[in-house]
Every structure is written in C-alpha cells, then in structure tokens.
C-alpha cells in the first residue's frame, strides 16, 4: 500500500521562503527507486509539473523554476525548498510517485501515486 503524506505549507509573504515535505509510506520497496516529483495546482487549471528525481539520477525541474526551487530527498522523505516565493506561486502543492517511469512533468498521468495536497499562499 503506497501512501504520500505532504506537510509544511502555509502563508508566506512574498520574497520569503518555505520548504515542504513528503513522507513516503512504499510498502516494502524504498524511495531510492522510485521517480518522485512536486506539481502545483491553482482552481480552474491543470496540474503543473515543478521538478522531480528519478532514482538515483539527478533531479530535473521545470523552466519557470529558475533556480528558485530545490527538490531533494532523505530516507523515505522529500522536500521541496522553495525561494524568492511570488504571489504566482500560490497554489496547492503535491507530491507523486512514479514506481517504474516514464515521469514527465508535462504529463502527470505517469505518477500514479499523489499525496492529498498542501497549500501555499503566498501574500
């Protein structure tokens, strides 16, 4: 049974900083071999892909990133540090999981596995 438990969003003002995590209940396999990602969603539009790390290899992020964002990972827990945060980064954060790949921030389809969501608002 896979189960992702996201946590630490909030409010924000703008310029200033957070970080999110996600623990990562996989059943007997570890997040080592998993493809692990973050996405966001604001009402009304689609699911947006922010970064993410597949396996061992190193982590990809999506352009409007620009080096604000950072996604690492520790144990079966991963986080999102989150930089120079903009009123347009408002909006509800998600962890995924993709057991075998591909993981595609174009495409969330490739996740099959979601946390419940944590918001963050940035003001």
């Known amino acids: 049974h896979v189960q992702l438990v996201e946590s630490g969003g909030g409010s924000v003002q703008a310029g200033g900083s957070l970080t999110l995590s996600c623990t990562a209940y996989l059943g007997p396999s570890v997040l080592r071999t998993w493809c692990m990602g973050w996405f966001r969603q604001t009402p009304g539009n689609q699911r947006e892909g922010i970064g993410y790390i597949f396996r061992e290899a190193t982590t990809t992020y999506a352009d409007f990133v620009q080096g604000r964002f950072i996604i690492s990972k520790e144990k079966n827990n991963l986080y999102l540090q989150m930089n120079s945060l903009s009123h347009e980064d408002t909006a509800m954060y998600y962890c995924?999981?993709?057991?075998?790949?591909?993981?595609?921030?174009?495409?969330?389809?490739?996740?099959?596995?979601w946390g419940q969501g944590t918001q963050v608002t940035v003001s």
């Open positions: 995924a999981a993709s057991r075998w790949g591909p993981c595609r921030l174009s495409w969330p389809a490739d996740f099959g596995y």
